[in-house]
Structures are given as C-alpha cells and as structure tokens.
C-alpha cells in the first residue's frame, strides 16, 4: 500500500511540474489585467523613419501634404521624452515649468510649434500612433494641414516602458 501511495504522490509531482509556464507571459499585474509585452527597441536608426513614413502616408489619406523630419524638433522631443519619464507622468509641461512652445524655441527651431502629442506605453510605435489616430485631438495634430516639420523621440526606461514625443511645425 505503501508502495502504491508513493508512485501516485511521484506521479502528483510530476503532473504539478508540468502545470502553467513560469514566464511573465500570462502574469496578472495588481488590476487584474495582463501585464504588458515589453517592447525593446532595436534598430533605433530607423524607428524615425518608420515613424514618418507612417506619418507620412496618414497624412497623403487624409490629403494633407508631407511632413520632414527636422532635427530641432527632434531635439526637442528628446528632451521631453526624457523629463517625462524623470517626472514619471505623461504631460505636455517640462519639469521646469517649460511648454511645447518653449521647448521648440529652446531647440532652436525657425517656425512656429504647431501640436505635440505624448504617450506612456509598452508599445511599438507603430501602435503608438495607431492610439493618436484613434483620439480626434491628437489626430488632428498629426493630420495638421500647416505642419511642413515633424520631430519625433522616445525615452525608454531599463523597466522597457517607453515615453514617446511627436512635434509638428510649420
């Protein structure tokens, strides 16, 4: 009886050890939700251009004419990236106190700041901007008939979350 007791708890372990993944795959976080697949950036040459050729192409649907990558706005977008994910909330004022508009100036860029859209995710940018497209105020900055100038940068934290800036200017 013994011996019968003993390949049936052997045989309980083994089943046990073949239970769920132990990968964060199907982790709950403590909303009840699935935690969220981080997203590493690779090839951070061509997230840019992937960015306005996206851009680029919404905007031609939408009969708005193309926007340049502009290395100011770039800047600039960088560096709210960065204060955002330093101030851990997604919002439109620096730490300093700075606005959009102040930001543009301080890069150094010409013409004038048009709109600025902002994200907190664990997201491509791809989906980012799937997200913008989806809310009729970031829409409309991105589909902005004056903008001829876009920057657009990211900040991405070692937790993999990613604070993305987009500028439009004219």
Request: with cysteine; aromatic share 8%.
């Amino acid at each position: 009886m013994a011996r019968v007791f003993s390949l049936l708890l052997a045989g309980l372990m083994v089943l046990a050890a073949c239970g769920a993944p132990t990968s964060n795959s199907g982790a709950l976080g403590a909303d009840g939700l699935p935690l969220p697949k981080v997203y590493r950036i690779r090839n951070a040459s061509k997230v840019q251009f992937r960015m306005l050729d996206s851009v680029n192409s919404l905007r031609s649907a939408a009969g708005a004419p193309p926007v340049q990558l502009n290395a100011q706005l770039n800047a600039a977008a960088a560096t709210h990236s960065r204060d955002m994910s330093n101030q851990n909330r997604p919002w439109h004022f620096g730490s300093d106190g700075s606005s959009p508009i102040d930001r543009v100036q301080r890069a150094g860029y010409p013409g004038t700041m048009l709109g600025e859209v902002i994200s907190e995710t664990y997201e491509t940018e791809l989906e980012t901007l799937a997200a913008w497209m989806d809310g009729p105020g970031t829409r409309d900055v991105l589909l902005e008939n004056r903008a001829v100038s876009m920057g657009f940068s990211w900040f991405q934290e070692s937790s993999g979350k990613i604070w993305w800036t987009l500028v439009m200017g004219g």
